[in-house]
T-cell receptor, first 116, second 114 residues
């Protein structure tokens, strides 16, 4: 089956602009999480959505927002971009099988955002 | 506040030898613990997860991790390292009592020498 897809793969924006990143999870996965990866701060959790509801949010300013649609696709938006927002943004979809006690999580290739 | 530490920036091991990548954590409740691997040009991958139950968790690619509550550790292990295991490994913790936010360690780079 198809993996997690993220669009666009690369993006260059100017300070002050806003950006929207998209993530399509694996079919059947209702949970989508977003992460930011930078050389300085490492991997940081942004937010998690399940069935269109935000379940939890990391320690990021309100400029970072997200949403999930009824088909489980998710978008994240960053407004008023700052130089420090330059990063690799990763999306992951996951599924927990309570009966089998299994958990699967798959990451997309990421969107590389450069803010100039 | 929850936190996770990977005390080694880099681990070097010879192919065929056992490997251990260390992780310690601090949470207020019962933790959910994860290991991830990031291969060059292959993105981030989930290896394994501990919630409850057996302290030894088996994951992908022959990796396993041992949960030790008294030492608040969750070390990643593999009995016999492969050159292809060379990658960046991240430990992560999620504290149900802390709003289920996921905190990542800084990462440990594993080099396996042939």
């Amino acid at each position: 089956k198809a993996g997690v897809t993220q669009t666009p793969r690369y993006l260059i924006k100017t300070r002050g602009q806003q950006v929207t990143l998209s993530c399509s999870p694996i079919s059947g996965h209702r949970s989508v999480s977003w992460y930011q990866q930078t050389p300085g701060q490492g991997l940081q959790f942004l937010f998690e959505y399940f069935s269109e509801t935000q379940r939890n949010k990391g320690n990021f300013p309100g400029r970072f927002s997200g949403r999930q649609f009824s088909n489980s696709r998710s978008e994240m938006n960053v407004s008023t971009l700052e130089l420090g927002d330059s990063a690799l943004y990763l999306c992951a979809s996951s599924v927990q099988s309570t009966g089998l006690g299994t958990y699967e999580q798959y990451f997309g290739p990421g969107t590389r955002l450069t803010v100039t | 506040a929850q936190s996770v530490a990977q005390p080694e920036d880099q681990v070097n091991v010879a192919e065929g030898n056992p490997l251990t990548v260390k992780c310690t954590y601090s949470v207020s409740g019962n933790p959910y613990l994860f290991w991830y691997v990031q291969y060059p040009n292959r993105g981030l991958q989930f290896l394994l997860k501990y919630i409850t139950g057996d302290n030894l968790v088996k994951g992908s690619y022959g990796f396993e991790a041992e949960f030790n509550k008294s030492q608040t550790s969750f070390h990643l292990k593999k009995p016999s390292a492969l050159v292809s295991d060379s990658a960046l490994y991240f430990c992560a913790v999620r504290d149900p009592a802390g709003g289920f936010k996921t905190i990542f360690g800084a990462g440990t780079r594993l080099f396996v020498k042939a």
